[in-house]
């Protein structure tokens, strides 16, 4: 039987190909993303496409009440180190602010897996290569202590 995934950025360059090798696999998906970077021609024929940002709490419940879900992908996120020095406060916002409350939204319905995409930025400039899950965590940017944020709350 075909699981039901929602894939958060799906319509960005690692969340459409996810939702591509999950299709293959016979799985179904919802792409929940904004289009402020991800492209709608990324999300394939068949993918249901709902455009709305994560920080609209009410419409993203309303996704997730559609339910039920096999689990969620979170890719959505702003991304760029250098752009979050310039916006320290709109990336924590989006990064952190809104994956709370997508998580939040998923104890509400029931979704009991939750993948989430972080990222090497928390470990700032590494002391050895390569980069160990165990390694000294010092991010260096708000783009990495947001995304340290998130995996603190999981």
């Given at each position: 039987m075909?699981?039901?995934?929602?894939?958060?950025?799906?319509?960005?360059?690692?969340?459409?190909?996810?939702?591509r090798?999950l299709?293959?696999?016979?799985d179904?998906c919802?792409v929940?993303?904004?289009?402020?970077?991800?492209h709608?021609?990324?999300?394939?024929?068949?993918?249901?496409?709902?455009?709305?940002?994560?920080?609209?709490?009410?419409?993203?419940?309303?996704?997730?009440?559609?339910?039920?879900?096999?689990?969620v992908?979170h890719?959505?996120?702003?991304?760029?180190?250098?752009?979050?020095?310039?916006?320290?406060m709109?990336?924590?916002?989006?990064?952190?602010?809104?994956?709370?409350?997508?998580?939040?939204?998923?104890?509400?319905?029931?979704?009991?897996?939750?993948v989430?995409s972080?990222?090497?930025?928390?470990?700032?400039?590494?002391?050895?290569?390569p980069?160990?899950?165990?390694?000294?965590?010092?991010p260096g940017?708000?783009?990495?202590?947001?995304?340290?944020?998130?995996?603190?709350?999981l």
């Amino acid at each position: 039987m075909a699981r039901r995934f929602l894939v958060t950025g799906g319509a960005g360059y690692v969340g459409s190909h996810l939702v591509r090798a999950l299709r293959a696999r016979g799985d179904r998906c919802t792409v929940l993303d904004n289009l402020s970077t991800g492209h709608r021609e990324a999300v394939p024929d068949g993918v249901a496409l709902a455009e709305i940002d994560l920080a609209d709490r009410a419409a993203v419940d309303k996704v997730l009440a559609d339910g039920p879900w096999d689990g969620v992908f979170h890719f959505a996120a702003l991304s760029l180190v250098g752009d979050s020095m310039r916006d320290p406060m709109g990336y924590f916002a989006a990064n952190a602010g809104n994956s709370g409350g997508l998580i939040d939204a998923c104890i509400r319905h029931d979704v009991k897996k939750l993948v989430f995409s972080s990222t090497a930025a928390l470990f700032g400039l590494p002391e050895r290569l390569p980069i160990a899950e165990d390694d000294r965590i010092d991010p260096g940017s708000p783009y990495g202590e947001s995304k340290f944020m998130v995996e603190r709350m999981l």
